[in-house]
């Protein structure tokens, strides 16, 4: 008999499966994310910016934002449309489905984004609950056109009846990126000169040295993968509302 994996471990290996459909596509977008990774800190050096451990991330945002807002989902769009090819995001005209709900999408998933970081920040557990319920509704937006209010009920719906399945894959994911995360860190606290643990790397110094550059283009196909992955879960969590096997 054949031994499959775990669920979440098998959300890992679909998103794995998704990303290498198109390796040039793939290739393309983690140099892209490398280089508006490193983007961040040369809009610290342009703005002036006294070095800061607050400021660095909004920078890094700021940078990283067009992958974020255009170029993930447009990626993830075509997978779905390509495993799929269901009436809300047809395989024959994938591109003009996405040209008309990306905008609207990425605004959604922004508006979440800064409510749940402030419910994370001043009260944690009800800042949790929301993205736990709510997380989906932009994806459903981009993927299948609702409105954004029938893909945050749709986002409740589902969870609530689904999520322990859910929540071990997503927490799966963000171990792999942990671990990255860890990893880096231990890597360049050896391989870079001394710094201001108050302070972090400076602006300067993340732009120049080829240890940065390295690591988020690692990064960056990390960041394509898990996204891939998050797709896959997706469709995992829409066959078991829809009650298929």
Known sequence: MA??????????QEGWV???RHPGEAAALTVLAMVLSQLGPALELAAGASPSLFLQPLFSFAGLLPLEMFF?????????????????????????????????????RLG????????????????????????????????????????????QAAMARHWPR???????????????QIGASWILDRVLPPTDPDLGPGAWLRLRHPAFWLFNLVGGALNLWLSCSLLALYHRLETAVAGRP
């Open 18 to 20: 998704l990303l290498r």
């Open 72 to 108: 993930i989902p447009r990626l993830q769009a075509h997978l779905d449309a390509e495993t799929l090819d269901l009436g809300g995001n047809p395989a024959n005209d994938w591109r003009g489905t996405f040209d008309q709900r990306w905008l609207l999408a990425f605004l959604v």
């Open 166 to 180: 859910i929540v071990q894959a997503v927490l799966a994911m963000m171990l792999v990126a942990l671990t990255y």
């Open 3 to 12: 031994v499959t994996a775990p669920s979440h471990l098998a959300t890992l």
């Open 112 to 155: 979440m984004s800064l409510v749940v970081a402030a419910g994370l920040l001043l009260f944690i557990i009800p800042g949790i609950v929301l993205l736990t319920l709510f997380g989906w509704a932009p994806l459903r937006m981009l993927l299948r056109g609702d409105t954004p209010v029938a893909a945050l009920r749709w986002s």
